[in-house]
Structure formats: structure tokens, C-alpha cells
């Protein structure tokens, strides 16, 4: 069978792709030639950290293992794209989406989103979409935040709760900060830290927590107010040394930058 023009186009694309993953750099060791010019002293040092990085070095991916990851998700994600819009995507989001892939691809819910960002930069129609700046962001979320992208991507706000104690001095502290369920809701591996994702994705510009709205949907907030871990900070908010305590409700909302992101990034071409 002859191999249609479409064929031929995906894998000109693909084939364009190896090529920039083969110009991406892959760095040796860098403690052999420190090692060569150093005391015995630092050399035995050097040998020894040697060791332990040799299996985080193992968990590098090289191109074969990437070119290989990539033929077939990039495949997937343009079989439907005509192969008129089939384009070789920027350098300015295939450099660095290539390079960050050497150390995110063995995590499939990051590999994952740097294969949609480069599927979008080689469509001709969606390419504009894909900024170089969302693989910088890519490059400092975890693979828990990426998955709570995944529920951000299809809401636009979130019920957040907080529990603050005041002190007798007058001055309060945070027994409970910007709790909400996404941890559990998009299944992260550890769904109590939670809010120091949703603390990132803000840093990232993403997400943003409004303190004094209260405009999510009717009885929004009840869940959190029952959930166990509200109910335990409360019950600490009133212990002794503390003149009262407080629950603000919150509302976590996905700023303009963070939706271009998920349209972007996170989800999957149409």
C-alpha cells in the first residue's frame, strides 16, 4: 500500500521533530573533568556523589526513548489535522519543550502536556496558541499540579475555605489556609498539599484566590464546612490561649493567562 500525502506529512512533521530533539544538547558527566583537575580529596568526594546521581541520571530520557514517544503521541494528536496545516513547530517552544521533556518525560502527566503543547505549535491553525512562556510554566508545576490543571481546565471557579484564630494580643494566625477538595477531587498523590499547589499555580499566574467573594454556586461551601479536616482546624482555632475563630469562605478562580494555558496545553486538540 502506498502511503497517503497525510502520512507522509505527519511523519515529515515527526521526522522534523527528532531532528530538533537531536540538536537539544545532552550533557555528559560534569564531574569528570572537575574530577581530573581537583585534589584526591574532592575526587573521592566527586566519585562518591557520582554514585549517587548515577540512578537519577538513569531516569534521563535520551532520544531514542523521546523520539520514540513522540512519533506515536504526535501522530495521535494531528492524524485528524489536514496535512496542508502540518507545520515544523518554533524553535522557541520545541528547544525548551524538548530539553525540559529529557527530565519530565518519565512522568506520563507531564510528558503528556509537553506532547499537546508541541502538537498545537505544529498546527498551522492552532500554532499562535502555543507561547513559548506556557513551556516555562510547564517547566515548575509537579505532576499533582498537572493534574489539578486537568479540573481547572473545564471550571472556571473552585470553593475554597479558611480557619484563622485570633489571639488574645489581638493579632490571629491561619489554622487551615485555602482548603478546598481539588487534592482529592483530581486525585493527586499527595492531596494534602493541595494548597501549596494552588499557592504555585497563583505564583504562576493561573489561578487566583479572592478572599472576599462569595459567589460560587448555592451550598458549595457546605462540603468543605463538614469535612473532617476543617472541622479538626476549627476545633484548634478554639483552644485555650484564643478568643475566637473565624471560617472565611473563598473562591479560587482561573485567571485569563491560566484558561489560554489550559486551551493551550492542557487540553487535548479537538
Known sequence: MVPDDKSHQIRDAADAVKGLVEAVPVYQDVLQPAAKEIGKGLATVAKTIHVVLAPVAGLVWGYEKMSDYLSEALSKRLKDVPPERIVTPQLTIAGPALDAM????????????????????????????????????????????????????????????????????????????????????????????????????????????????RDAAPNAYDPLHAHPAVQEAVNLAGGEGRTSMGIDDELLMVTELGRQFCDAVVKALP
Open 102 to 213: 529529557r527530565y519530565a518525560g518519565p512522568d506520563p502527566e507531564l510528558r503528556e502536556l509537553y506532547a499537546n503543547i508541541l502538537a498545537r505549535a505544529m498546527d498551522a491553525k492552532t500554532a499562535h496558541q502555543a507561547h513559548p512562556a506556557f513551556v516555562e510554566i510547564l517547566k515548575q508545576i509537579t505532576p499533582d499540579e498537572a493534574r489539578i490543571l486537568r479540573l481547572v481546565a473545564e471550571h472556571d471557579t473552585f470553593p475554597l475555605v479558611s480557619v484563622r484564630s485570633a489571639q488574645s494580643d489581638g493579632s490571629y494566625v491561619w489554622i487551615l489556609h485555602h482548603f478546598g477538595l481539588l487534592g482529592e477531587q483530581a486525585g493527586c498523590a499527595v492531596p494534602g498539599l493541595a494548597g501549596t499547589y494552588l499557592d504555585n499555580l497563583s505564583r504562576l499566574g493561573i489561578v487566583v484566590i479572592d478572599e472576599d467573594r
